[in-house]
């Protein structure tokens, strides 16, 4: 019998020690929710506002550039408003944003599971795209991660492999190994190109365990729970 030996050449990825974490819709409840109930504050279909977002020209142009840090939030608020009541809806700009960050409640099992990782000394970095200033009101950034990488405040947004890059170099970590937790699959395949590791986020009850086996974090004992 013939046997193979392993390619001494070949890469082994090395074990995961640091988590990048996306905020809403990870951190927070499903960001579609915020958006649902903007559109029906509109008086359009729920799904409206978002659908609105994605396929109107100037209201995506505009958030790219929002993303991006080149147009304040009243620039996108006036863009975003101005799509929304071209689609029918009833809507003043200013606030809008702000409105949106009030649906945004925490999933505290996953804002736990941050905190989790920060006391077990596993480096810990937020890379979010910008979505206004009063985004991350609701949580104290400082006590949460060791750094932050809002889009808006570096220049570049996910996908992009370089807001990944910029997040790991903060940490001081190999991008390989790193494991990446977001609510967007094409976040996670910019992500990967990098060699960083994803985890395509549902629900606290599906991810949690995924991300504890990534990070070898214990599970919790039925008393922590």
């Known amino acids: 019998m013939t046997t193979t030996s392993p390619d001494p050449t070949e890469a082994v990825a090395p074990p995961v020690g640091a988590l990048l974490i996306d905020f809403g819709g990870v ?29 109107h020209a100037g209201a995506r142009a505009a958030l790219v ?17 101005a799509a929304l009541v071209e689609s029918g809806g009833r809507v003043e700009p200013r606030g ?15 804002v736990d599971l941050v905190r989790e ?34 889009s808006g405040q570096v220049g570049v947004r996910k996908p992009s492999r370089e807001i990944y890059r910029i997040a790991c170099a903060r940490l001081g970590v190999d991008p390989r190994e790193c494991v990446l937790v977001d609510d967007l699959e094409h976040n996670l395949v910019g992500a990967a190109r990098l060699g960083i ?28 729970r």
């Open 27 to 55: 951190l927070t409840v499903p960001i579609a929710r915020a958006f649902r109930a903007l559109g029906a504050g509109a008086g359009l279909d729920p799904d409206d506002a978002l659908r609105v977002l994605a396929t």
């Open 65 to 81: 550039a929002h993303e991006r840090g080149r147009l304040d939030d009243e620039g996108f608020e006036d863009a975003f408003a």
């Open 96 to 110: 809008l944003l702000a409105g949106l960050a009030t649906h945004l409640d925490l999933d505290e099992p996953m």
């Open 117 to 150: 990782a920060r006391a077990a000394r596993i480096p810990v970095a937020l890379v979010s795209n910008s979505l206004g200033r009063d985004c991350y009101a609701r949580v104290d950034l400082d006590e949460l991660f060791d750094v932050t990488v809002i």
């Open 197 to 224: 590791r994803g985890i395509l986020h549902r629900t606290a009850d599906e991810s949690l365990p995924r991300i504890r086996e990534a990070l070898s974090l214990p599970a919790p004992t039925t008393a922590s």
